[in-house]
C-alpha cells in the first residue's frame, strides 16, 4: 500500500531507521546476520509503491555489510586455513537429523532436525514428534490459501520452501560431497555446515500462514477463537517448553573460587592454557549437561581453545591452531619454559571436571600455583604473546565502531519517529 504526503515520508524513515537497528542487533553473531540479511533482502522482491527495488536492496546490503564489519575485519586480519579432513567431518557431523518416525525433510519442515540429539526436548524424541510436526504443518497448509493471496507475503513464503528443502538436499549423500567442496574451496562458508538452523529462514514465512489460518478459520469461528485455537495447538504441539523445559532449566551459581582466579589474570592479562583437554565441561556444580569451558566469559585475556568437538566419538577439529600446539605442550608434560615461549601467561586447571590431563602434572609440579582450591588451580607461567599490529588493532576498533554507531543510529531514529509522531497527535 502506498503512503502519500508527510506521512509516508514519516513511515519511510522509521522504517529505515528500524532496518538499520535490527540488522545491526543481528549482527552480534554471523549467523543472525545473515538470517537478517536474507529476509530483508527477500522482501525487496514484495510488489507495491514505494523506493527504486535497487535502492531498497543497495539499503539493505549496505546495512549488512556495516553490521558485519568487526566479523569481515576479523576474518581479513585473521589466516582462515583449509583443513579438508575436518570439512568433511564437519559437514558431515552437523547435518540436519531426521527425527522419531520423521524423515529428514519432515523434520526440517517441522522447524527440527538439529544434529544434536541432546539439545533435542524429550517429546521430539518419542512419537509424539510425528503429532508436533503434525499440527505445525496443519496450520501452516490452512492458512497457505489465504497467504498466496497476499502478493507481499509471497516471497516470504518462497523462501520458506527454499529454506527446509535446499537443507534437505544438501543432508543427503550428494548434498554432503557439494557442501564438503564448497567449504573447502571457501573456508569461510564453514558456517553453512549446521544446516538445521537455516530452516529458522522458514519462520516469517510460517508466521505469515499462521494468520492466514485465522483468517481461514475465521469463516466458522469468532476471530478471536480461530487465533486462541492455532495459539493454543501450537503451543501443546512442543509442551516440553513450559516452565524452562519442566523446570529444568535453572540458574547456577559459580563457586567462589571463579571470580578469584579471574581477578589474578585481569590484573596481569596473558595467554591462558586450560587444562583438562577440550572445550566440553561437566562441573559437580553446573547440573549433568555438558557445557562449553566458561573461562573465556570471565577473563580480559585470550583463552587457548581448540575448538575441537567430540560428536558420537567423532572429533571435529577446529581453527585453534596454536591453541592445539600450546595443548600438546601440556599433555606431553613440557618444560614451562617451552609454555613461555609459545606466549602462555597462565595455566588454569579446571579440577572439578573430568578430561585429558595427559602427562601436564609433571609441567605443573614445575610451577608455584597462585590459587588453589578443590575446584581450580592457577599457575603463572610468565610468557607474553606477540603484540597485536597497531593497525590491526586500529582496524578492529574502527570496525566495531561503525557497527556501533549503525545501532546507536537505528535505535534512535526509531525512537525519535516515535516521540515525534506522538507530540503531533498531540
Not at 525487496?44 to 546495512?63: E, I, N, Q, S
Amino acid at each position: 500500500m502506498g503512503c502519500h504526503g508527510d506521512a509516508g515520508v514519516a513511515l519511510g524513515r522509521v522504517r529505515l531507521f528500524a532496518l538499520a537497528f535490527w540488522i545491526a542487533l543481528a549482527g552480534l553473531t554471523p549467523t543472525g546476520l545473515l538470517l537478517a540479511a536474507t529476509v530483508a533482502l527477500t522482501c525487496v522482491a514484495a510488489p507495491g509503491d514505494g523506493r527504486p527495488r535497487w535502492l531498497c536492496a543497495a539499503t539493505g546490503l549496505g546495512f549488512a555489510v556495516v553490521g558485519a564489519l568487526p566479523w569481515l575485519t576479523a576474518s581479513a586480519l585473521g589466516s582462515l586455513t583449509s583443513q579438508t579432513a575436518a570439512n568433511g567431518l564437519g559437514v558431515s557431523a552437523f547435518a540436519p537429523r531426521a527425527e522419531t518416525g520423521l524423515g529428514t525433510l519432515a523434520s526440517l519442515a517441522s522447524l527440527g532436525g538439529v544434529w544434536n540429539g541432546d539439545a533435542v526436548p524429550d517429546s521430539r524424541t518419542t512419537l509424539f514428534a510425528v503429532a508436533s510436526a503434525a499440527v505445525l504443518l496443519a496450520v501452516v497448509a490452512v492458512g497457505l490459501p489465504a497467504a498466496l493471496r497476499r502478493a507481499t507475503a509471497v516471497p516470504l513464503l518462497v523462501l520458506a520452501a527454499v529454506s527446509v528443502l535446499v537443507p534437505a538436499g544438501l543432508a543427503t549423500g550428494p548434498g554432503l560431497h557439494v557442501l564438503t567442496a564448497v567449504v573447502d574451496a571457501v573456508p569461510g562458508l564453514g558456517v553453512l555446515r549446521d544446516g538445521q538452523k537455516w530452516v529458522a529462514l522458514a519462520v516469517p514465512g510460517y508466521t505469515v500462514c499462521g494468520a492466514g489460518a485465522v483468517v481461514t478459520l475465521a469463516r466458522w469461528w469468532r476471530p478471536a477463537v480461530a487465533g486462541l485455537v492455532c495459539c493454543v495447538a501450537l503451543v501443546l504441539a512442543l509442551p516440553d517448553l513450559a516452565w524452562g523445559v519442566w523446570g529444568r532449566v535453572t540458574p547456577v551459581h559459580y563457586p567462589s573460587g571463579w571470580a578469584a582466579v579471574a581477578a589474578a589474570i585481569n590484573r596481569e592479562p596473558a595467554d591462558v592454557a586450560v587444562l583438562p583437554a577440550g572445550t566440553m565441561r561437566r562441573f559437580s556444580w553446573s547440573g549433568p549437561a555438558p557445557v562449553l569451558d566458561p573461562l573465556p566469559r570471565w577473563v580480559r585475556a585470550d583463552v587457548l581453545t581448540t575448538g575441537d568437538l567430540v560428536i558420537s566419538g567423532v572429533t571435529v577439529p577446529g581453527d585453534g591452531v596454536h591453541a592445539r600446539e600450546v595443548q600438546e605442550l601440556l599433555l606431553r608434560g613440557a618444560d614451562p619454559s617451552a609454555l613461555a615461549r609459545a606466549g602462555v601467561g597462565w595455566v588454569v586447571v579446571e579440577s572439578d571436571s573430568a578430561g585429558d590431563m595427559g602427562s601436564a602434572a609433571r609441567t605443573l609440579d614445575r610451577l608455584t600455583p597462585t590459587y588453589r582450591d578443590t575446584e581450580l588451580a592457577l599457575y603463572r607461567v610468565g610468557g607474553q604473546a606477540d603484540g597485536v599490529a597497531v593497525a590491526g588493532l586500529r582496524a578492529t576498533m574502527l570496525a566495531h565502531w561503525v557497527w556501533l554507531c549503525l545501532l546507536l543510529a537505528g535505535a534512535a531514529g526509531m525512537a525519535g519517529c516515535w516521540v515525534r509522531r506522538h507530540l503531533t497527535r498531540g
